[in-house]
Nanobody
Framework: QVQLVESGGGLVQAGGSLRLSCAAS????????MGWYRQAPGKQRELVAT???????NYADAVKGRFTISRDNAKNTVILQMNSLKPEDTAVYYC???????????????????WGQGTQVTVSS
């Protein structure tokens, strides 16, 4: 079984910073793409940022220049550094990972997608 465990959410004032961390554990051969999504009350889940195994990144327009995604492949960890936070960044943030569970899956490029349980980020004005 694979688990994604997030940490680092909390309450911060507008203009402040938070750092989210997500560690994948369990039966993992290699993590492929990893990312962060968020869901605000009454809204659909949306992409925040993704990072490939080769460290290519993609950001939602709303967070470009403020958020930075990074990863540690040896630790199967993905980090989201969030700076200049705004009240509209308030949401539950979810970690996501596409994982090769076995070497055989990696050979045929078949990944399985996993989600973390979510961590609340609240930005007060």
């Amino acid at each position: 079984q694979v688990q994604l465990v997030e940490s680092g959410g909390g309450l911060v004032q507008a203009g402040g910073s938070l750092r989210l961390s997500c560690a994948a554990s369990g039966s993992i051969f290699r993590c492929n793409a990893m990312g962060w999504y968020r869901q605000a009350p009454g809204k659909q889940r949306e992409l925040v940022a993704t990072i490939t195994s080769g460290a290519s990144t993609n950001y939602a327009d709303a967070v470009k220049g403020r958020f930075t995604i990074s990863r540690d492949n040896a630790k199967n960890t993905v980090i989201l550094q969030m700076n200049s936070l705004k009240p509209e960044d308030t949401a539950v943030y979810y970690c996501n990972a596409d994982i090769f569970v076995t070497p055989a899956q990696a050979l045929v490029k078949h990944t399985q997608t996993y989600w973390g349980q979510g961590t609340q980020v609240t930005v007060s004005s």
